[in-house]
């Protein structure tokens, strides 16, 4: 089987972004947030997600203060990469021929699971430059950079060949673009029977409309988290069909519970997760679907 050109055969474009958007460069640009970097250097797998999965509360038994920092991190990190890994785990049976797209790829951690997983190549797209600039490096050292590649690009407008991918995802990036667009592009960069998988928080409608603490969530990362039902419906108009729908919800209080308790990576959001996840206001879902 003969692979197709990697995507970034040519310089790449200025990706075309609304003034919305270019905030979100900018944040995303000026981004140092320890949270992100400190857990990232245990195994220079930069995620910019959350956690899931069962905590090991000894990490907080730990008496030497700097030995339970790090403890935490790194206990951190592995619910972080649990994560991870359960998206790509339902990416696949893909092969190392096959061509998988990471849709807000923030720093890369993402792409490069899932070549690991697979053996396939991946494109990273994200609108920050000096994350694109980042990922790539991080790529070039672990000797991946001919598989794994990431572009500063407008995920809702690549450029890239459709029909080129076997599978695409977003991981908790959704919340900072329109879903009709979002999923159009999927549809179209995906080919048919390609699986599309998205991990998100999403507030809850039969709550009602979104919360206080939706509302505080979104001004603390300049986003705007929809609700559950538009990203079915959104699928429903482009082709993609839910296969596997889960619930993470009780799966991530653990991640935030720790979190709240690591004094030196908290950013001031953590019980505002706890309270939305606990009053049932907010979701954390894991949502797959086929492109028919």
């Given at each position: 089987m003969t692979i197709a050109p990697h995507a970034d055969t040519k310089a790449a474009p200025v990706p075309t972004?609304?003034?919305?958007?270019n905030r979100v460069a900018d944040y995303w640009n000026a981004e140092e947030n320890p949270v992100n970097l400190e857990l990232g250097k245990i195994d220079d797998l930069y995620h910019h997600h959350y956690g899931v999965g069962d905590v090991d509360w000894t990490v907080l038994d730990e008496p030497d203060p700097?030995?339970?920092?790090?403890?935490?991190?790194?206990?951190?990190h592995r619910l972080e990469h649990a994560q991870a890994e359960l998206l790509a785990g339902h990416l696949g049976?893909?092969?190392?021929?096959?061509?998988?797209?990471?849709?807000?790829?923030g720093r890369g951690g993402g792409s490069v699971v899932a070549h690991l997983r697979y053996g396939c190549h991946a494109d990273g797209v994200t609108i920050s430059a000096?994350?694109?600039?980042?990922?790539?490096?991080?790529?070039?050292?672990?000797?991946?950079d001919a598989q794994v590649r990431y572009h500063h690009r407008n995920?809702?407008?690549?450029?890239?060949?459709?029909?080129?991918?076997?599978?695409?995802?977003?991981n908790e990036s959704t919340m900072y673009v329109e879903l009709e667009l979002l999923f159009a592009e999927h549809s179209r960069l995906l080919r048919r029977g390609g699986r599309y998988v998205v991990v998100t928080g999403c507030?809850?409608?039969?709550?009602?409309?979104?919360?206080?603490?939706?509302?505080?969530?979104?001004?603390h990362y300049i986003c705007d988290i929809h609700p559950r039902s538009e990203y079915f419906r959104a699928m429903a108009r482009h082709r993609l069909v839910p296969v596997h729908v889960q619930d993470l919800t009780a799966d991530a209080i653990p991640y935030w519970e720790l979190r709240r308790q690591a004094d030196h990576l908290v950013t001031g959001i953590e019980d505002t997760f706890l309270t939305a996840y606990k009053n049932g206001s907010f979701q954390y879902l894991l949502i797959a679907a086929d492109r028919v």
């Open positions: 972004q609304s003034t919305y958007q700097d030995l339970r920092r790090g403890r935490i991190t790194t206990e951190l049976p893909l092969s190392p021929a096959d061509r998988v797209f990471d849709a807000g790829c000096k994350q694109a600039a980042f990922a790539n490096e991080q790529a070039r050292k672990r000797g991946i995920m809702l407008d690549t450029g890239f060949a459709t029909g080129a991918y076997a599978a695409s995802w977003n507030y809850n409608d039969t709550y009602g409309r979104a919360s206080r603490e939706v509302s505080q969530i979104n001004a």
